[in-house]
């Protein structure tokens, strides 16, 4: 069973900075590619990074360009996401989701970020 | 950056209903790059359709998806309790890699 575990979110100030963590078992992690979305609180979806299997292929939206940095570790079975220079429009539940084929075939539960004073 | 907009905001139904959702997009989307999610409170998405109709793993038959170019249509023939949350199109593209809807929230009427 695929299975996708974030963790790392909290409250944070505005300018600070988070470093989500995302586990993955059930499949082989080293041959996916994986992403980040996002939701705020009561809205839609946003999708956030991309990185490839072999780490060689990285994605941004540019809301988060220059600001965030995704990266995975194949012999952890882990994908990251280190956000520097939180916004309050940063402020979501990050989902770490597996990429197949041009499609989001798995997500986790997702970890609740929340930026404010 | 392709736009998805997604119509009615808002449906209610009752159950045993059949339930039609719009996906429209501001240019042209290849069929193979378009899929369809239910997300309800509290839970992560679940992915129904990709390849705008082609069924995931465990959706049941109830569910289909259609349409090609600009128009997209997911079709619920006869719905269940369970059916009733928040669904999304989603496209693949360049720029942003991926591209969601707004969303359409299916109510119980």
């Known amino acids: 069973e695929v299975q996708l575990e974030e963790s790392g979110g909290g409250l944070v100030q505005p300018g600070g900075s988070l470093r989500l963590s995302c586990a993955a078992s059930?499949?082989?992690?080293?041959?996916?590619?994986m992403n980040w979305v996002r939701q705020a609180p009561g809205k839609g979806l946003e999708w956030v990074s991309h990185?490839?299997?072999?780490?060689?292929?990285?994605y941004y939206a540019d809301s988060v360009k220059g600001r965030f940095t995704i990266s995975r570790d194949n012999a952890k079975n882990s994908l990251y996401l280190q956000m520097n220079s939180l916004r309050d429009e940063d402020t979501a539940v990050y989902y770490c989701?597996?990429?197949?084929?041009?499609?989001?075939?798995?997500w986790g539960q997702g970890t609740l970020v929340t930026v404010s004073s | 950056e392709i736009v998805l907009t997604q119509s009615p905001g808002t449906l209610s139904l009752s159950p045993g209903e059949r339930a039609t959702l719009s996906c429209r997009a501001s240019?042209?989307?290849?069929?193979?790059?378009l899929a369809w999610y239910q997300q309800k409170p509290g839970q992560a998405p679940r992915l129904l359709i990709y390849g705008a109709s082609t069924r995931a793993t465990g959706i049941p038959d109830r569910f289909s998806g259609s349409g090609s170019g600009t128009d997209f249509t997911l079709t619920i023939s006869r719905l269940e309790p369970e059916d009733f949350a928040v669904y999304y199109c989603q496209q693949y593209g360049r720029s942003p890699m991926y591209t969601f809807g707004q969303g359409t929230k299916l109510e119980i009427k």
């Open positions: 989701a597996r990429d197949y084929y041009q499609r989001i075939d798995y």
């Open positions: 240019q042209s989307v290849s069929s193979s790059y």
């Open positions: 990185i490839s299997f072999s780490s060689n292929t990285i």
């Open positions: 059930g499949f082989t992690f080293s041959s996916y590619s």
